[in-house]
């Protein structure tokens, strides 16, 4: 007798990576490894009528389109809580990446009948009009303001992920030599930093933007944040580190990190991103940022679990 197919909802984005991954290929993928596919676009209700019998939720597009459900999924209070599996297709694909996902549709695939499942936790952050989370990071200064200057340039002669991250990195280098720095505090544990910054970092993942990896040893799943912190002094090693990515040269951030589970800041500039979303207040904010443990489960490659 044949064993009944394993039923997943798909939540695919047709757009990420260009459109070359289609509904079509993932589904027939799928089922070559014995998965029944409740499909839908990443523009619609995806997380809507979710029937008992999903094994789990697969979520194929890029580092967005992953943020996006899993934002959705918490909103709803966790009530269509499943383990999710991760088809990156995208540019940077930062959040897979970080957790040893490939880019590989089938090979990817075809470890999930034998997964392991790794926690996931996610930034919570207090003090703005109303409570706001993360996934990726919560950032102050370079970031913010190299998302924003890209939003309003013109990317007509782009023409690969490759050509995307050399502008994003040369505009990076660009902004880091010319970026004022801004006076900020941050209480972590028992000290207290009041520095004039470049940027502020609270990361939950490895990788950020242009796929730097700003914190070698972040693991998601541990419990703590990497808290990375450029202050003025350190302008000039920032510069020689971004430099020597564009060069090629194998490199790791000059920067240490500072793990902990909670901290407050206060920012006296306007440049802030939450993940991939720019949040400008004015001159001023005050802000709680606290981790919520373990409150996802990924399924990952028990070869590259670490």
């Known amino acids: 007798m044949k064993k009944a197919d394993k039923l997943v909802r798909l939540v695919h984005n047709p757009t990420a990576g260009a459109g070359k ?4 290929e993932i589904v027939k993928i799928m089922k070559s490894y014995g998965y029944k596919c409740s499909y839908v676009a990443s523009n619609s ?3 809507k009528d979710i029937v008992p019998e999903t094994e789990f939720i697969a979520i194929a597009g890029g580092d967005g389109t992953i943020r996006k ?8 209070k966790l009530k269509f809580k499943r383990p999710i599996a991760l088809l990156p297709f995208g540019t940077a694909n930062n959040i897979a990446t970080s957790l040893g996902i490939t880019e590989d549709v089938g090979k990817n695939i075809s470890t999930w009948d034998s997964y392991k499942l790794r926690n ?15 996934i990726e990071a919560i950032g102050f200064g370079l970031f913010p303001k190299l998302i924003e200057t890209l939003e309003s340039t013109n990317t007509d002669h782009i023409k690969s992920a490759e ?4 502008l994003a990195l040369d505009t990076l280098l660009k902004i880091s030599q010319s970026y004022p720095a801004i006076s900020c505090r941050i209480e972590i544990d028992d000290q207290i930093i009041e520095k004039d910054c470049l940027m502020v970092e609270v990361m939950n993942i490895s990788r950020l933007g242009p796929n730097l990896k700003l914190s070698e040893n972040a693991d998601p799943g541990d419990g703590f944040f990497d808290v990375v912190i450029v202050p003025e002094e350190k302008r000039n090693v920032m510069g020689k580190y971004i430099q020597d990515i564009i060069d090629g040269k194998k490199t790791t951030s000059p920067i240490k990190p500072i793990q902990t589970k909670k901290l407050n800041i206060t920012w006296k500039g306007s440049d802030i991103h939450i993940d991939d979303e720019i949040i400008n207040k004015g001159k001023e904010i005050n802000l709680t940022i606290s981790l919520l443990h373990s409150l996802l489960e990924i399924i990952v490659n028990k070869e590259e679990l670490k």
């Open 120 to 134: 996931f936790d996610v930034g919570q952050v207090l003090g703005l009009e109303k409570a706001a989370y993360f």
């Open 163 to 166: 050509d995307e991250f050399e």
């Open 45 to 47: 209700k995806s997380l």
């Open 21 to 24: 991954h289609s509904k079509t």
């Open 69 to 76: 459900t899993i934002m959705n999924l918490l909103s709803k």
